[in-house]
T-cell receptor, first 110, second 114 residues
């Protein structure tokens, strides 16, 4: 079945850039997403990319997609303490089930 | 425009009991999906409803069932609760048309089974 893998933890200093990585196995994935979850809260849709794109930029967020290697990354520029959260990568081949990774905990140190 | 809302926020049940969780979709959204998120893990897809019909199901037993109503609100029912059902239950709604691949999540219901 489909699988999405993420590293567990990332620590950066305030003002630095953060890069969160994700790999997936489903070659039929058409949409790939990044969600943010703060403690005790639901998931916030940050951004997404269609599989025929290589890059998408949205303010401080840059998504890079390497479809050949099935690798997705999220770069957060000028990381702030408010960016501390768990970040989930997800993919879908259609408009139904999202398959999520286990999440990467981002810790931003002042 | 209000976002996705869920009720209750927290719930404690005993093994073997039944539970109903509720979700109100974001205005203009006609598709709702339910996910189970165990502690320390990513959400797992339970099922999706579109126009009051089940539109896809994940690897969950039949004791997990759902309903979608004409106003696009939704319920998740779980019968014969087991300890492993303890989790955060999330619903997500999707808009119609070209943005139907977007899923917007509610805050979740934390279910504890003792």
């Amino acid at each position: 079945g489909e699988d999405v893998e993420q590293s567990l933890f990332l620590s950066v200093r305030e003002g630095d850039s953060s890069v969160i990585n994700c790999t997936y196995t489903d070659s039929s994935s058409t949409y790939l997403y990044w969600y943010k979850q703060e403690p005790g809260a639901g998931l916030q849709l940050l951004t997404y990319i269609f599989s025929n794109m290589d890059m998408k930029q949205d303010q401080r967020l840059t998504v890079l997609l390497n479809k050949k290697d099935k690798h997705l990354s999220l770069r957060i520029a000028d990381t702030q303490t408010g960016d501390s959260a768990i970040y989930f990568c997800a993919e879908t081949a259609g408009r139904r089930a999202l398959t999520f990774g286990s999440g990467t905990r981002l810790q931003v140190q002042p | 425009e209000t976002g996705v809302t869920q009720s209750p926020t927290h719930l404690i049940k005993t093994r073997g009991q039944q539970v109903t969780l509720r979700c109100s979709s974001q205005s203009g959204h006609n598709t709702v999906s339910w996910y189970q998120q165990a502690l320390g893990q990513g959400p797992q897809f339970i099922f999706q409803y579109y126009r009051e019909e089940e539109n896809g199901r994940g690897n969950f037993p039949p004791r997990f069932s759902g309903l979608q109503f004409p106003n696009y609100s939704s319920e998740l029912n779980v019968n014969a609760l087991e300890l492993d059902d303890s989790a955060l239950y999330l619903c997500a709604s999707s808009p119609t048309g070209t943005r139907s691949y977007e899923q917007y999540f509610g805050p979740g219901t934390r279910l504890t089974v003792t």
